[in-house]
């Protein structure tokens, strides 16, 4: 059967992000996606210029008819907005059974839009996060979550299991934010910690990274794949959707959600590895 996957985001207009990234993403990696919008966003490369949120009510029939009639294998939130989503998300979650649930914390748009609203961070933290069998914040993220600052490797470390003290199963905490010449994600899952690793790419266009690879970690997820095998194959996804990217738009583009598949690369990674922690090397 094919596995069927939901996402619970918002709709971004320029199609680099949100809804459109993650269903894009579940239709190259071969799962049956399907989507439940929590905001509406006027948004382009260039920027977010409107947020249109939708009820939690509207929000909370979209999630019945999903759980009410589809076998999902595996499901992922981005943008929730506000507290009301989040809360009717997380009731729906216990209500449909829905398991593998990944939580994309997401919050601050590329371009500084709000994306979630401040009082929200609680309710994350307190409804969803506990529900959660992988939580993917990048450093800014992770920093409001654990309010506190993240420059090294023993930040990260420090701070992942602050995450995990949260509740969630496993967290990776993902290195697009910072500026070594490599771009690593700190997996942690009890007392197991990995990086997985990639070459930094020099390119403007990161629209959507952090969605794309939250997809892609939840359409392997679905497929029985487990977590370390999932964040392995995430990360060769977006690294050849950055590599190859499209130039689309002026300002910040999106990756390019055919490339994993095109490129004969992604049956050899195309240079991504997976290594222990190593203390030295990254603080
Ligand atoms: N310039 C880059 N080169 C290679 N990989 C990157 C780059 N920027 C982000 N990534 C990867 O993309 C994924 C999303 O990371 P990040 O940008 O931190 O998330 P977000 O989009 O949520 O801010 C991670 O796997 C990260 O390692
Ligand atoms: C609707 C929506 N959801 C999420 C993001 C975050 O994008 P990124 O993955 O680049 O942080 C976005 N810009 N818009």
């Known amino acids: 059967m094919i ?30 996606g399907t989507s439940v919008i929590t905001a509406v966003t006027a948004q382009n490369t260039t920027g977010v210029q409107a947020v249109y949120p939708m009820s939690a009510s509207a ?20 943008m929730l907005f506000d507290h009301e989503i989040i809360e009717v998300v997380a009731a729906a979650v ?11 914390p997401v919050m601050i ?3 500084g839009a709000s994306l979630l609203q401040e009082k929200a961070v609680e309710a994350l933290v307190q409804k969803l996060i506990p529900l959660a069998k992988v939580i993917t914040p990048n450093i800014p993220e992770a920093e409001v979550l654990t309010g506190e600052s993240i420059r ?30 490599d771009a690593w994600d700190l ?15 020099h390119t403007q266009n990161t629209h959507g990274t952090g969605c794309t690879f939250s997809a892609a970690l939840t359409a392997e997820l679905a ?38 598949q095109e490129s004969a690369r992604h049956l050899t990674g195309g240079g991504v590895i997976v290594e222990p922690v190593v203390l030295s090397r990254h603080s």
């Open 152 to 181: 090294n490797m023993e930040d990260r470390l420090r701070a992942a299991d602050d995450l995990l003290s949260m509740g969630a199963e496993c967290v990776i905490l993902k290195g697009g934010h910072a500026e070594e010449s």
């Open 94 to 104: 216990r209500k449909y059974g829905f398991r593998k649930l990944v939580v994309d």
């Open 187 to 201: 997996v942690v899952r009890g007392t197991e910690k990995y990086v997985v690793k990639s070459n930094r790419l």
């Open 109 to 111: 748009a590329k371009g």
């Open 59 to 78: 929000v909370e029939s979209q999630l019945a008819s999903i759980g009410n009639d589809f076998t999902i294998s595996a499901v992922k939130t981005g």
């Open 3 to 32: 596995p069927q996957v939901l996402t619970i985001a918002g709709s971004d207009s320029g199609g680099g992000a949100g809804i459109q990234a993650d269903l894009k993403t579940f239709q190259e990696l071969n799962v049956f």
């Open 223 to 260: 497929k029985g794949k487990t977590i370390r095998e999932s964040a392995y194959l995430a990360k060769c996804f977006i690294y050849q959707a950055i590599k190859q990217d499209l130039h689309i738009g002026n300002g910040h583009g999106p990756t390019n959600h055919w490339a994993y």
